[in-house]
């Protein structure tokens, strides 16, 4: 596990002590062990995928609505999923390569306040494909499950195909192959 500590010079807690700021950032494996992998959560009812506008890593906005041009994988991850997200993006990614449109989301509506600034550079300067959902309200409108990876797949039309949560898993990427799939053989 890599650690990065920032020290913080404008911020101290009550006693005056600067505060130290500690990312961690856990060395990952693509895939995780099968028996704490991924759930997919309950079959969507042909749901149709929120539209939404968050602020991206190079100081403007991005916009995400439909129809688009490929079957979309997003993700959606607070703290406590994000080395889970990226297992999965990684995974992902080197399964289908450009077959699929990425966006990842990091729902940061825990951070406080004094810190936002601080986490905003460090997400700028390592992730600059991130969306930043400072608000939590993206995350809500997905039913995202806090702690864990929230990975959609999402048609071209905007229809919401799967919702997985956890760690990424081979049975799971077969999942989304097939989605692929099936959405290539409907577009023939």
Request: contains cysteine.
């Amino acid at each position: 596990m890599h650690a990065l500590l920032i020290y913080l010079r404008s911020q101290s807690c009550a006693a005056g002590v600067p505060l130290l700021l500690c990312i961690f950032t856990p060395a990952f494996s693509a895939f995780a062990d099968e028996s704490k992998g991924a759930e997919r959560q309950d079959e969507p009812e042909k749901k149709q995928a929120p539209s939404f506008t968050l602020p991206n890593a190079q100081d403007g906005l991005t916009r995400v609505k439909w129809p688009r041009d490929k079957i979309m994988y997003l993700s959606i991850g607070d703290q406590g999923g994000s080395d889970q997200v990226q297992a999965w993006t990684k995974a992902v990614k080197e399964r289908f390569g450009d077959r699929l449109e990425y966006q990842s989301i990091a729902w940061l509506e825990a951070i406080p306040n004094n810190l936002r600034s601080t986490v905003e550079t460090i997400i700028k300067t390592t992730y600059d494909w991130v969306l930043m959902d400072w608000a939590g309200t993206v995350a809500d409108r997905y039913d995202a499950k806090a702690g864990t990876a929230n990975v959609y797949i999402i048609d071209t039309d905007g229809t919401l195909l799967a919702h997985f949560t956890g760690a990424v898993t081979e049975a799971c990427l077969d999942e989304v192959e097939a989605f692929v799939a099936e959405a290539s053989d409907a577009a023939a």
